[in-house]
Protein backbone atom coordinates (compact mmCIF):
# COMPACT_ATOMS: atom_id res chain seq x y z
CA UNK A 1 0.00 0.00 0.00
CA UNK A 2 1.18 3.42 -0.76
CA UNK A 3 1.15 5.83 2.08
CA UNK A 4 0.26 9.17 1.26
CA UNK A 5 2.42 12.13 1.52
CA UNK A 6 2.30 14.22 4.95
CA UNK A 7 -0.37 17.24 5.11
CA UNK A 8 2.35 18.76 7.61
CA UNK A 9 3.32 17.40 11.47
CA UNK A 10 1.02 17.25 14.41
CA UNK A 11 3.96 19.46 16.15
CA UNK A 12 2.94 22.36 13.76
CA UNK A 13 -0.14 22.51 14.66
CA UNK A 14 -0.98 24.03 18.22
CA UNK A 15 -3.11 22.06 20.77
CA UNK A 16 -6.50 23.70 20.41
CA UNK A 17 -5.13 25.28 17.24
CA UNK A 18 -5.53 24.97 13.33
CA UNK A 19 -3.23 25.92 10.55
CA UNK A 20 -3.59 26.09 6.61
CA UNK A 21 -2.24 23.28 4.77
CA UNK A 22 -2.19 23.44 0.78
CA UNK A 23 -2.99 20.65 -0.96
CA UNK A 24 -1.94 20.52 -4.91
CA UNK A 25 -4.17 18.88 -7.51
CA UNK A 26 -3.75 18.67 -11.01
CA UNK A 27 -6.70 21.55 -11.41
CA UNK A 28 -4.40 23.95 -9.07
CA UNK A 29 -4.86 22.65 -5.59
CA UNK A 30 -6.90 23.83 -2.98
CA UNK A 31 -6.77 24.84 0.91
CA UNK A 32 -7.33 22.45 4.03
CA UNK A 33 -7.72 23.70 7.80
CA UNK A 34 -6.47 20.80 10.07
CA UNK A 35 -7.34 21.07 13.82
CA UNK A 36 -5.64 19.74 16.84
CA UNK A 37 -6.76 18.07 19.84
CA UNK A 38 -3.93 16.29 21.59
CA UNK A 39 -2.65 13.90 19.61
CA UNK A 40 -5.87 13.68 17.75
CA UNK A 41 -6.17 15.91 14.18
CA UNK A 42 -9.19 16.65 12.05
CA UNK A 43 -9.65 18.47 8.60
CA UNK A 44 -12.26 20.16 6.57
CA UNK A 45 -12.03 22.02 3.39
CA UNK A 46 -11.18 25.80 4.38
CA UNK A 47 -14.28 26.75 2.90
CA UNK A 48 -17.64 28.11 4.29
CA UNK A 49 -21.25 26.60 3.79
CA UNK A 50 -22.59 29.76 4.19
CA UNK A 51 -21.35 31.79 1.27
CA UNK A 52 -18.15 30.07 -0.37
CA UNK A 53 -15.74 32.34 1.67
CA UNK A 54 -12.51 30.80 3.24
CA UNK A 55 -13.02 30.71 7.16
CA UNK A 56 -9.39 32.18 8.16
CA UNK A 57 -9.10 36.24 8.85
CA UNK A 58 -5.90 36.24 7.42
CA UNK A 59 -4.00 33.48 5.51
CA UNK A 60 -3.58 30.58 7.60
CA UNK A 61 -5.03 32.14 11.01
CA UNK A 62 -7.98 30.88 12.23
CA UNK A 63 -10.28 31.86 15.45
CA UNK A 64 -10.68 28.88 17.36
CA UNK A 65 -11.85 28.81 20.84
CA UNK A 66 -13.39 26.21 23.23
CA UNK A 67 -13.59 23.45 20.65
CA UNK A 68 -14.99 25.47 17.66
CA UNK A 69 -13.66 27.21 14.93
CA UNK A 70 -15.46 30.54 13.71
CA UNK A 71 -15.95 32.08 10.36
CA UNK A 72 -13.97 35.43 10.26
CA UNK A 73 -16.56 36.79 6.98
CA UNK A 74 -19.73 35.88 8.70
CA UNK A 75 -19.69 34.77 12.55
CA UNK A 76 -20.91 31.01 11.50
CA UNK A 77 -19.49 29.21 14.13
CA UNK A 78 -18.17 25.17 13.66
CA UNK A 79 -17.79 22.65 16.16
CA UNK A 80 -13.86 21.25 15.81
CA UNK A 81 -14.63 17.92 16.08
CA UNK A 82 -17.00 17.53 13.69
CA UNK A 83 -17.56 20.75 11.53
CA UNK A 84 -21.01 20.81 12.16
CA UNK A 85 -22.61 24.59 12.37
CA UNK A 86 -24.14 25.45 15.61
CA UNK A 87 -24.11 29.04 15.20
CA UNK A 88 -24.54 31.72 12.48
CA UNK A 89 -25.97 31.98 8.88
CA UNK A 90 -25.68 28.49 8.27
CA UNK A 91 -27.11 26.32 10.82
CA UNK A 92 -27.37 22.86 10.72
CA UNK A 93 -24.84 22.45 7.59
CA UNK A 94 -21.47 21.31 8.01
CA UNK A 95 -17.70 21.80 6.77
CA UNK A 96 -16.46 19.23 3.86
CA UNK A 97 -14.76 16.62 5.91
CA UNK A 98 -11.59 15.25 4.67
CA UNK A 99 -10.54 11.94 6.31
CA UNK A 100 -7.20 12.07 7.96
CA UNK A 101 -4.97 10.00 10.45
CA UNK A 102 -1.96 10.90 12.28
CA UNK A 103 0.95 8.41 11.88
CA UNK A 104 4.26 8.77 13.52
CA UNK A 105 3.86 12.19 14.34
CA UNK A 106 2.63 13.06 11.03
CA UNK A 107 -0.84 13.84 9.50
CA UNK A 108 -1.63 12.31 6.47
CA UNK A 109 -5.40 11.92 4.23
CA UNK A 110 -6.32 8.62 4.41
Known amino acids: ?3 SPPLC ?3 DIPDGGAIAVHVDSASGGFEL ?3 RE ?3 AVAYHNECPHAGRRLDYAPG ?3 VRDGRIICAAHGATFRCADGLCVGGPCMGSSLAAVAVRVDGGEVRSR
Open 9 to 11: RLD
Open 33 to 35: IVL
Open 38 to 40: GDR
Open 61 to 63: RFL
Open 1 to 3: MTS
